[in-house]
């Protein structure tokens, strides 16, 4: 059986080790893509802004202002929410007078029809839509004042279906909050730099999306990814089946982490892994051989075991560095997230805990969201439960 276990650890280690080489190579080829590309500065569409919205959320206030502090020549703001209850419409409202000149409108969507509330609201909100040049983005997203500048100009390729950009975690305060954001700026980059080098970009990103509305069309509209839990990845997968390339943006924004409790943070993450496990199985499956942390403590307990602490001591070193290697690269070296620098000592615990995460994704069919359940069937596709 302790053989069994050192077998285990080894091969575990070996297989993230591999992957940590595979990350850093597709980082680089990333790094290298980047280029002015050769755009007519003359031509800036009018775009219209999506923000769906959902309560108050930390930091909301300067998440949504920085939306309205784009440097930008033409755009509009359309902000969707369930009830004119909603408590982040005052925000809304207090940022429209401190921004006048800022074309905003509310979207009331009522209760939704389609089991994903999110892509109801947005149906919704495209219909009020001036423009042709959509950015879909969550209300906990913070951009820099040339986002829109960059996520539209490759949309001018027609050529081009949708533009995603990657993400930095901002803590809101926290252990549990701190853990997740390092998640998004080392983990979620390092994938989706992976799937990018391997088999090229066919799927999106929600927290920013832009589209155009002859893409939504050509998908069967927004009501297409309403069944859908990750819509995102839909909308992406759909763009590129019907043809279209989907870009990955060198513009960078920021993720606030907005779960600051235990509970709050698991299950969020256990309903995001419990999709991708719906939405890519293969992919998912293989996500477990990427992990260190827990093969490395598994070698340090069999090394225990046989009295052999030096080899156990020797196993748990090596998965450690793994992933504080991993958390320089790409949290710091890529994405130039200062804390994934001063906190790569973390992020061993945070690759225990997304081991963890995977794990419980396969415990069942059944997500929360948005204080709703869900069961997950083929696709990803998701069923309100009765009587919830």
């Not at 982040?88 to 409108?105: E, I």
């Not at 990427?290 to 598994?298: E, V």
């Amino acid at each position: 059986m302790i053989r069994l276990l050192l077998f285990c650890s080894l091969l575990g280690l070996v297989s993230s080790t591999v992957y940590l080489m595979l990350v850093l190579r597709a980082a680089r080829r990333f790094r290298r893509e980047f280029r002015e590309e050769p755009h007519n500065r003359h031509t800036r569409p009018f775009v219209t802004v999506l923000k769906p919205l959902h309560g108050m959320e930390p930091m909301l206030e300067r998440n949504l202002e920085s939306f309205f502090r784009q440097d930008y020549p033409e755009f509009e703001l359309i902000f969707g929410a369930r009830h004119s209850e909603d408590p982040a419409l005052k925000t809304v409202d207090a940022l429209r007078r401190k921004y006048p000149q800022v074309k905003t409108t509310v979207v009331l969507s009522g209760e939704p029809e389609y089991p994903n509330a999110k892509v109801f609201a947005l149906e919704k909100m495209v219909r009020a839509a001036a423009g042709s040049y959509l950015v879909i983005t969550d209300s906990d997203v913070c951009v820099k004042a040339d986002c829109l500048e960059q996520v539209v100009v490759p949309l001018l390729n027609p050529a081009v279906g949708v533009v995603t950009c990657l993400y930095r975690g901002v803590s809101a305060g926290g252990i549990w909050s701190t853990l997740e954001a390092l998640g998004m700026s080392i983990e979620m980059t390092s994938g989706v730099l992976v799937a990018k080098m391997l088999e090229g970009m066919k799927f999106a990103l929600g927290p920013t999306m832009a589209t155009r509305k002859d893409i939504l069309e050509s998908i069967g509209g927004v009501a297409a990814l309403g069944s859908y839990c990750a819509d995102d990845y839909v909308l992406g997968n759909l763009a590129y089946k019907s043809g279209k390339e989907i870009v990955l943006s060198h513009h960078f924004i920021d993720h606030v982490a907005t779960n600051t409790s235990v509970r709050s943070s698991l299950m969020h993450q256990v309903r995001w892994m419990r999709s991708t496990r719906f939405s890519r199985r293969a992919g998912h499956i293989g996500t477990g051989l990427t992990y260190a942390a827990p093969f490395g403590l598994l070698g340090l307990f069999a090394g225990a075991a046989i009295q052999n602490w030096q080899l156990g001591l020797a196993l748990l070193a090596w998965a450690i560095l793994n992933r504080v290697l991993q958390a320089v690269a790409i949290g710091w070296g890529v994405m130039g997230d200062r804390k994934s620098l001063w906190l790569c000592w973390l992020y061993p615990a945070r690759d225990l805990v997304g081991f963890l995460i995977w794990c419980a994704s396969f415990a069942g069919n059944e997500i929360t969201w948005r204080n709703e359940r869900y069961r997950l069937i083929a696709d990803g596709k998701m069923i309100r439960k009765k009587g919830d």
